[in-house]
């Protein structure tokens, strides 16, 4: 069989999808390293806000598996051709993520001081952060339903849209944080760490109402319900929604375990740890990129039985996405005595930092092709595999080599040799998987 792709269509994907997805993580990393570096800034607030933005990117970073899901029925639609089957489907997927971020909001919110206290948070660390949640969650309805109109355009084999909207509204919150964080003299006043939190919530408002008008003027589908009957497919988004979701919330016991042990070490390693964390979210969601192709392309290749583009596309995806990896970590080793001070002069902090960022970057390659792997998967809504794999991956090997490394007192190396280790399980994994399933697929 020929391959009916070409390079240039995985990176007419990947491209602005690695664009359109680091905004959400942008918009977390800008705030940290504008506080951190804001007069009279203390560690406490950088710690504060880093535990923030993670439990910020993990909670949108569950949540947005239904983008996942509906991006993989898109896909597969597309390749059989038979979009306008799902027309009424649209609607009651984007509505029902609207009415999922209220819930979340009206959920977390009120109980931000009670959560923050699980992740070990104290005192001032534990006032910021929840104050700083409080404004910041409000923004969830927009940001699912957002990441919902972004997974349709991703099915429709486009990411050019999506990108458009989360550039914007990256470069949105960088002109609103500075300016709200600081004031300007006689205009502005200054709102301090808060300022950041309400400059986020606008840029989140700001991506919405673009992808809302891409959606109508770019696509046949709209937001308007017209059938009050679920859709035949419904279930299986709500299925396929479920599954990555339980997914992904291992991927935060992983975060969640992290933070715990980073507490307890103390403040610095805290704070170092949240500047870790959000540039290790950062990078993930920039060669995530290719993930995003892979599943795009690989859902209509699959609606289509196309094995011999499917390993064209694993082939091309994992090549691309280690490249990235390597040349970021490299990026990132010419300038490793300088990164840290963009978020903090604090000098226990920088040196915490200094001793254990190597491992956040020895694990870059091996981040891009569990990644590109994933998505693929994903693409063909292998959603059950991807659960299991996950909740396995961090019983057997997160937990105890996090438990073990803690033993021998590795401190906060303990915490990043685990995640090491945890992401070459998923590697290893994913990739005899899918040489396994195109062996099953041609026989």
């Known amino acids: 069989m020929a391959v009916q792709i070409n390079t240039s269509q995985i990176l007419k994907l990947a491209i602005p999808a690695i664009i359109a997805g680091v905004a959400e993580p942008l918009i977390s990393i800008t705030d940290l390293a504008i506080i951190g570096k804001m007069e009279g800034s203390t560690t406490n607030a950088l710690a504060a806000i880093g535990l923030v933005g993670t439990f910020l990117s993990a909670i949108i970073w569950t949540m947005a598996q239904t983008k996942t899901s509906i991006s993989s029925i898109v896909s597969n639609t597309l390749g059989e051709n038979k979009l306008e089957r799902i027309k009424e489907l649209i609607p009651q997927v984007v509505w029902l993520n609207i009415i999922l971020g209220i819930l979340i909001y009206l959920v977390t919110a009120p109980m931000a001081t009670f959560i923050f206290t699980a992740y070990k948070a104290q005192g001032e660390v534990l006032s910021i952060a929840s104050n700083y949640y409080q404004v910041r969650a409000i923004g969830f309805p927009m940001t699912l339903c957002a990441f919902s109109i972004f997974g349709i355009f991703r099915g429709l084999q486009n990411t050019s849209w999506a990108m458009i909207a989360s550039l914007t509204g990256a470069v949105v919150n960088i002109v609103l944080t500075l300016t709200l964080v600081y004031g300007i003299d006689g205009v502005v006043p200054a709102y301090g760490i808060m300022g950041a939190a309400y400059g986020s919530l606008v840029a989140q408002l700001v991506m919405l109402l673009i992808a809302v008008y891409f959606l109508y003027i770019n696509t046949i589908f709209s937001m308007k319900l017209t059938l009050w009957k679920p859709h035949e497919k419904l279930k299986k988004h709500i299925g396929l929604t479920a599954n990555f979701f339980l997914r992904t919330v291992a991927i935060n016991v992983a975060i969640y375990f992290s933070y715990r042990f980073a507490n307890d070490y103390g403040v610095a390693e805290a704070a170092a740890h949240a500047v870790l964390m959000n540039i290790w979210l950062f990078f993930s969601f920039l060669v995530d990129g290719f993930a995003n192709a892979g599943n795009a392309i690989g859902g209509k290749l699959l ?17 691309y996405g280690v490249v990235m990896a390597v ?5 990132c080793t010419l300038l490793y005595s300088f990164l840290g001070k963009r978020f903090t002069d604090d000098p226990e902090v920088l040196e915490i930092i200094a001793n254990t960022f190597w491992i956040v970057l020895l694990m870059q390659p091996v981040n891009a092709l569990a990644f590109v792997y994933d998505g693929i998967f994903k693409g063909w809504g292998e959603a059950s595999y991807l659960r299991n794999l996950l909740w396995l991956l961090t019983a057997l090997v997160f937990l105890p080599v996090l438990f073990l490394l803690d033993y021998f007192e590795w401190n906060l190396r303990a915490v990043w040799g685990a995640f090491f280790a945890w992401m070459i399980g998923r590697a290893a994994a994913l990739f005899l998987k899918f040489k396994s399933k195109l062996v099953a697929m041609e026989s």
């Open 303 to 319: 609606g289509s039985k196309d094995t011999a583009s499917l390993r064209y596309l694993a082939h091309k995806t994992s090549l």
């Open 327 to 331: 040349v970021l970590a490299l990026i």
